[in-house]
């Protein structure tokens, strides 16, 4: 083998390493900006929650207020034992309607 056709094969070798580094870097650098992007998100997306669960917090403090202040939430009649038992065995009957036609 001749030194041109050595000193060629290495030249093409060389190219090839270099294409491959630049595919390389150029992968990396692709990578490293969609990690930003998502890293950027995921703080965006901490934000909302931390937000959302401040007004689910509000908005359960208010319910617990009205709730269980000195009134009934039907006004100021109450409703006895009977009474009680017939309006909870209604609404469970209706959230399993509701469950039912969600879930079909």
Known sequence: MSETSK??????EL???EKQIYYFIQKG???TEANQALSNRITLIERENE????KIH????KISKNLFNDQNI????TFNLEEREALKSKLSELIARI???LRS
């Open 29 to 31: 650098t692709e990578l």
């Open 15 to 17: 190219n090839a390493l």
């Open 51 to 54: 937000s959302l669960k401040k």
């Open 74 to 77: 039907f006004g100021a009649e």
């Open 99 to 101: 469950d039912y036609h």
């Open 58 to 61: 509000g908005i359960e403090s």
């Open 7 to 12: 000193y060629d094969l290495f030249l093409d």
